[in-house]
């Protein structure tokens, strides 16, 4: 038997050419797909390397390339449907203009739709982008990572990836700490008993924060020449058992705010303790009773 007789053999009604011709071109058809693919994300990575050349920023460039590289693939997907005898017009019509958008709205789910369409508002209002330090309704904390086509990447402090839907990111309330100014005030506050002579703990407690490197001179020009305090202090509550004293203390950024308000709470503390300051705290008087 030779070569034209074995190709012309049939298995389950398909003949051996048949199947050798679909398996070579769907072969090129992949390899095309991938090196197409790796080309786009090459050609990408080089445009973000061009200091002072690059149009879009980090987060537009991803979420671009993602778009991008989703469209070669279901061209890709079009191309090895149109081998299938009997899939010719399915792939004529995911190659249509209209039919991709038809093939969309039919075969994903409206949530994926939202996330996709929730992903351009942020790219393009950008309330946030890739390396923004934010929180999300008060309850998740950390830098975004990623934009992709359905999720926002966000590395929290535990150094864990939380992925939150684009379209619950746009009804979400964000506080952007690296939006516009990025300067940040510590609230340091710390209780005091009611014996305690409040011009001195506010003066023990503004030479601690004076003190630490990671403090900043928030004050305008007026200020500084009517001699306010660079920290200010003040009493802001009459609690049950303590005067809670709050300090407004300013550092360069986010993240320097936190690390300053943690040292000097710490600071503050010790500092109270040798100058016998009080720093009052619950406590119960147990009766006990003998029979």
Request: charged residues 20%.
């Amino acid at each position: 038997m030779n070569l034209k007789e074995i190709l012309d053999l049939t298995v389950f009604g398909l003949s051996i050419r048949w199947i050798v011709v679909f398996c070579v071109k769907a072969a090129v058809i992949f390899v095309f797909v991938r090196l197409v693919t790796a080309l786009i994300k090459y050609l990408f990575r080089r445009s973000m390397r061009r200091q002072g050349k690059v149009v879009l920023d980090e987060t537009k460039m991803g979420f671009i390339r993602q778009i991008v590289v989703a469209a070669v693939y279901v061209i890709g997907v079009a191309a090895f449907l149109s081998l299938i005898p009997g899939m010719e017009k399915v792939s004529n019509s995911i190659l249509a203009s209209a039919g991709i958008g038809a093939m969309a709205v039919g075969l994903a789910s409206q949530d994926a739709l939202s996330n996709i369409v929730g992903g351009l508002f942020i790219i393009f209002s950008r309330p946030f982008k890739v390396g923004d330090f934010i929180m999300v309704d008060s309850v998740i904390t950390g830098t975004v990572m990623e934009i992709t086509l359905r999720h926002t990447v966000i590395r929290n402090a535990e150094n864990r990836m939380i992925l939150i839907p684009n379209s619950k990111m746009n009804s979400s309330t964000v506080v952007n700490s690296s939006y516009g100014e990025t300067d940040t005030c510590a609230f340091v506050e710390v209780g005091v008993s009611y014996t305690t002579d409040l011009d001195h703990a506010i003066s023990v407690m503004r030479d601690e924060i004076m003190k630490h490197p990671l403090l900043t001179d928030h004050r305008t020009d007026a200020e500084r020449e009517a001699g306010a305090p660079q920290v200010a202090i003040r009493v802001t509550n009459l609690g049950d058992s303590a005067i809670t004293l709050r300090a407004w203390a300013w550092a360069s950024t986010t993240g320097n705010a936190f690390t300053m308000k943690c040292d000097l709470l710490k600071a503050v503390k010790e500092r109270f303790d040798r100058e016998n300051i009080e720093i009052p705290y619950p406590y119960f008087n147990q009766i006990v009773m003998k029979g």
